[in-house]
Each structure stands twice: as C-alpha cells, then as structure tokens.
C-alpha cells in the first residue's frame, strides 16, 4: 500500500496524456492518490478525477500565487466544492514569499479565509509555506487551525520548527527533493521525526525525485521517495510505504 498525499493530476502538464498516467497509476502498487487544488479551475478538476477513480481523493483551495483572483463569490464556490463527495481537505492554501506572484496582504488575508473555511467545515488544512515560516506559523496559530489538522506540505523548514509543528498535533510531507543529494536538511528532518507524523508525495508534476530528476514527475514515482524515507530511517520500504498510507487515511478521513 502507498499513498501519494499530494500530488496535481489536474495540472495543464498532463492534459494531453492524462489516461496513460492514470494508466501507470493503476499498474502500479499505488493505493490512493490525493489530487489537490491550487484555484477554482484546477480544483474543479480534482473533483471531477476523485469521482472519477476509486483511489483518487481530492483538495479544494486557492494557491498563495493565485490569491489575486480570489473573492467572495469564489470562497463562495469552494465551499461548494468542498461539500461535495471525497473532498477531504482544503489546499493547498499558504504563503509563498519567494515569488511573491500575488502581493502579500493579499496571500495573507485569503490565507485566513482559507484557514477559517476549514474549520467551519471540519476539514483538514494542507499548507503551501515556502520563505514565509514566521507568518505561516502565526497565522496558523491566531486563526486557531490547529483544532482541525495541518499537513505542511512538501516540507522545507528546519529541523526545530518540525519538532514544534509536530508538538502542535501537525503532520509533515516529504516530497521528491529528500532524494537529491544536497538534502541534507531535509535528511536532518526526516531523521528527527518519528514515522507516525510523516507522508510522502510527489507534488507531481513538480519536484520529480532522483532517478528521474529533470523530467516531468508523475504519482507511481513516489516509491522513490518512501524508499529514500526507509534508507534514512533504517527501516524497511514496505514499513514506511504501509506506515506513510495508513498516517494519510487517517489524517484525512479516508475509511
């Protein structure tokens, strides 16, 4: 069993070969795949493919990058959209300081919006942080999110501040960059934090994992990172690929 927690079968990258990855999805031993949204379009999406699938799941939410488009109205349709059949989450929802694609007043506020939808639905959160640790971590904190659970997605954070988001009841997800040779800091993480707090995902077709960096990351190779988790862990690959899916179902809901 192996669960890719995260990943975009939505993303344009797949449009004109979506049924040979979902092919290879099927081929493979890959039991769920969690299809996430970034805006209203691509969320749409992933429930339209967790209909679709019996192994895929769906996230609905608006990206920091796309939170210059966000309105009313729009929150208006994700809470919709949230409602509907095998949704088990809103994201991914955050900061993003590095791009800065959407000004950060803007990231801000629709962050809290976000975080608030959640809660009023009791869904878990799946946060996007990346160069904006000290205000994710305390706007997660004033909106009080942490009486739903947070996944903090693709973790690049240190090795303290994982220990403290773990103490405050959130899960970690390890994503394709584990494998890369300069990880040491990730590889720090991983070796801190117990198992039960840990999945792994591709955030395809992001972040393709060694040996295949460079090319167009898909679901099935998120075997590379569950492995790369058991060489660093010392533990058995069907340890951490049964572990890793069993933490995911639970963290969202998935009987």
């Known amino acids: 069993m192996l669960f890719d927690s995260h990943a975009h079968l939505n993303s344009e990258k797949y449009a004109n070969d979506l049924d040979e990855v979902v092919k290879r999805i099927e081929e493979a031993s890959l039991s769920y795949v969690m299809d996430v949204g970034f805006d209203l379009e691509s969320s749409v999406l992933a429930v339209g493919h967790a209909q679709k699938y019996p192994w895929c799941y769906a996230a609905v939410g608006c990206h920091p990058h796309d939170a210059k488009s966000m309105d009313e109205n729009t929150m208006t349709m994700f809470k919709g959209l949230a409602k509907k059949p095998k949704v088990m989450a809103i994201g991914e929802i955050g900061l993003d300081y590095f791009y800065d694609r959407s000004e950060r007043e803007e990231q801000r506020y629709w962050f809290r919006r976000q975080i608030q939808l959640a809660l009023e639905l009791k869904l878990p959160i799946i946060i996007h942080d990346r160069d904006a640790h000290g205000d994710v971590l ?8 942490f009486a739903t659970k947070v996944l903090m997605h693709c973790y690049s954070g240190s090795k303290e501040q994982a220990e403290q988001y773990v103490k405050l009841g959130a899960t970690l997800s390890v994503a394709g960059p584990v494998t890369f040779k300069n990880a040491h800091k990730l590889v720090e993480v991983v070796q801190a934090i117990s198992i039960e707090h840990l999945l ?22 998120v075997k590379y990172t569950a492995e790369k988790l058991a060489e660093i862990k010392g533990i058995l690959y069907e340890e951490v690929a049964t572990k890793t899916a069993e933490n995911a179902k639970r963290f969202f809901g998935i009987e």
Do not use: C, H, M, Q
């Open 200 to 221: 792994v995902e591709t955030d395809a077709p992001y972040l393709t994992p060694e040996p295949f960096r460079g090319k167009r990351n898909e679901p099935v190779f």
């Open 138 to 145: 305390s706007i997660l904190k004033e909106e009080g999110a």
